[in-house]
């Protein structure tokens, strides 16, 4: 049983790129940094039941500039389960307003690694990040993200598209300094307009896979939200 399970969830992780929060609207600043860690994924099936794929994310975040972040992460859970993942990339700001609308674009590359054979896999991703702040407190955000597959499934396109919503409680600090801490709750459908019928049974069937995640991010400096 340990096998099969073992073999269902690597099959998962290395189908699609190791899920990361997509809450990357606003550069943390020039010399500033951001560690969050993230748990969930796509929804499947394959054991009876409907549960999200429980894959913990640990990521970090460096302003290189003020306007451009560098970003890096590694997936946990894709170790107990004999996958490496790892992705890096950046971020680049497009707009910025105070307490306003926060636009950005980021590029990453997503590499996943099977412990108990030669599959590895290389995901490039880009991504429309847009943020707004409906109190100093509360953060809405969402955008698009799209990767590629260079060895897609059978019958399957090589390019996904993924929209995506989520909802940032911040703490810490204060209004007018700005607050360190958030709580996120994000979730996205991965090209819901196609058939998702494959080894893994994503959810909901036939019409691509939808995710659901949890966060948390604690930011060290950083620019004004």
């Not at 998702?196 to 994503?202: F, T």
Request: aromatic share 10%; hydrophobic share 45%.
């Amino acid at each position: 049983m340990r096998r099969i399970v073992i073999s269902i969830a690597a099959a998962a992780l290395l189908t699609l790129p190791g899920c990361m929060m997509h809450h990357l609207a606003r550069t943390v600043g020039a010399g500033n940094g951001e560690l969050s860690a993230s748990v969930g994924g796509p929804m499947m099936s394959n054991f009876g039941f409907t549960i999200p794929i429980p894959n913990l994310v640990v990521n970090g975040r460096v302003g290189a500039t003020d306007g451009f972040d560098v970003v890096g992460g590694v997936s946990v859970t894709g170790l107990f389960y004999e996958t490496m993942g790892l992705h890096l990339g950046g971020v680049a700001q497009v707009v910025r307003e105070r307490n306003g609308l926060a636009v950005s674009v980021s590029g990453h590359g997503h590499l996943l690694v099977g412990f108990r054979g030669p599959d590895a896999r290389f995901f490039p991703e880009v991504g429309l990040h847009l943020e707004g702040m409906a109190t100093p407190w509360l953060s809405l955000y969402g955008g698009l993200f799209s990767f590629v597959q260079f060895q897609p499934p059978d019958g399957k396109p090589p390019i996904f598209v993924a929209p995506y919503l989520g909802a940032e409680l911040l703490f810490g600090g204060s209004d007018e300094a700005g607050h360190p801490f958030g709580i996120a709750l994000e979730g996205g459908w991965v090209s819901p307009w196609q058939s998702s019928v494959s080894v893994i049974s994503w959810e909901p069937a036939n019409t691509g896979a939808m995710y659901v995640q949890l966060g948390f991010r604690a930011r060290f400096g950083g620019l004004d939200r």
